[in-house]
Structures are given as structure tokens and as C-alpha cells.
């Protein structure tokens, strides 16, 4: 399963899904396995033997493992949505604020996922949506970045973060799930960059010994409905090797 996480200059990269290898292993063995030709064409008179693992099998499967061990990582569970306790706390900020007439909400569904739905007017200068967390600080400073479960609806979103000392600045990561597919997204805490007012505000890095909030806005400018939904947020931390 292919995932995409968003780069400094908002064009997705794509990493590979540690479970992708388990399916790539499976097809390099099915593929590269040499049976013996009696064993092939099911010749009752010999004895079967064992698969014959040849020289670019062997090859494959080191690569394989080598990159699969590169991309695991550990992973705090931060929403998850089952719970009251586990579904963080989110409020609505619309357009509105500014005289806008767009709306948005949130909720958890029986899924057990968090929905974010509404419908974006450019009336009044309005065009734009979020929802955003409260009432807890952490830090995650150990961590590497943010990792959703998501289904989207093909509009570009951006994954937004605040700290504390830092009240009039939002940090913003562009995303762009893909339409009405869950994917598995890593976002870099390095891609997020400071904000007023929808204005990048130079010279200023995200606090993540301080996070006050995490959030999701809709901001392309573009009227009509949208709902992006989410299965889970996490923090994840790469091994020491994948940052060298």
C-alpha cells in the first residue's frame, strides 16, 4: 500500500507501507522460486523436492527486508476515536469569524471515525473550514512527524498545529488524500511552516515540546461541499538508520 506524505514544497512523496513489503515478499517468492521440473509437471514416479531458492531470489528478499526495516517505526496513539477519552477534544472555526458564510462540523460516527463535513462559500470573502483540538499540551518531541489514517475527497487539506507562546501563529502541512480511499499518510513535522492569517511567516519553527492543538482546514478557495474523514492520528518516530 503506497503512502503519500506531503514535502516542504507541497508535492506528495511516496513512501512504501511496511505492510507493502509483506506483499512484495510474497510475490518475489511466488515469482522467483525454482521448483524442480518433476515437481512442476507433477510426475508421480519421482519424489518431489523441496523449491530451489536461486541467486536473485535471495538477493530480492535482502533488499526487501532491508528497506522494510528502514520504514518501520514506533507510533504513539494520540486519536483513535473508539473512546470519549481517545477522541481528543475538537472545535469548529469557520469563515464566519471574518464575515463568511461557509460551514463546517465534526463529529465521530458509529465507525468510530472522526468526520469532517460542510459546504466552503466565497461569499463575503469567505473560503474556509477547520476544526482543531484543545484543552491538552504535549510534547512530541521525540517524534518525527504525524501519522493519519484518512480518506479524503480530493480537495487539498492542510494538517495544522499550534503551540503554546505562539497564539497568533498556525503551522500548516499540505495534504491531499486521495478521493474516497483510505491511505495511510505520513506527515514530517520538518513540512510544517508558520502561518498569519494564511501568510507564511518566516523564521519561525513548530515548538514540539509544546503542542496545544492539532487540526484540519479547508482552504482552496473553491465553493461547494467537502467531507474528509479519519480514522486515526498518531506520532511516529523513525529508527536512528532511516535518519541518517
Sequence with gaps: ?????????????RFYHPRAFSI????????????PKAFRNGDPTQQPTPPVMNKKLRISLVIACLIGGLQASEVK??????????????????????????????????????????????????????IRTFGETQDLSSYDGIELKIKGDGRKY??????????????????????NEWFTMRIPFKSFYATSLGRKTAGVELDLENITSLGFMLYDKKEGKFQLEIESINAYELPKQSKL
Excluded at 512484495?24 to 521448483?35: G, I
Excluded at 469563515?95 to 459546504?119: N, W
Design 158 to 179: 492542510y494538517l495544522t498545529s499550534r503551540c503554546s507562546g505562539s497564539s497568533r501563529l498556525a503551522f500548516w502541512s499540505p495534504i491531499q488524500p486521495t478521493k
Design 77 to 130: 496513539m494520540l486519536a483513535d476515536f473508539t473512546t470519549e477519552a481517545t477522541s481528543l477534544n475538537w472545535r469548529t472555526v469557520n469563515d464566519g469569524v471574518m464575515g463568511g458564510r461557509s460551514k463546517g462540523v465534526s463529529f465521530v460516527t458509529e465507525a468510530s471515525h472522526l468526520l469532517f463535513k460542510g459546504q466552503i462559500s466565497l461569499e463575503n470573502n469567505g473560503g474556509f473550514s477547520s
Design 1 to 13: 500500500m503506497v503512502i503519500t506524505s506531503p514535502a516542504f514544497a507541497r508535492k506528495p512523496v
Design 24 to 35: 512484495l515478499f510474497a510475490k518475489l517468492f511466488q515469482s522467483l522460486v525454482v521448483l
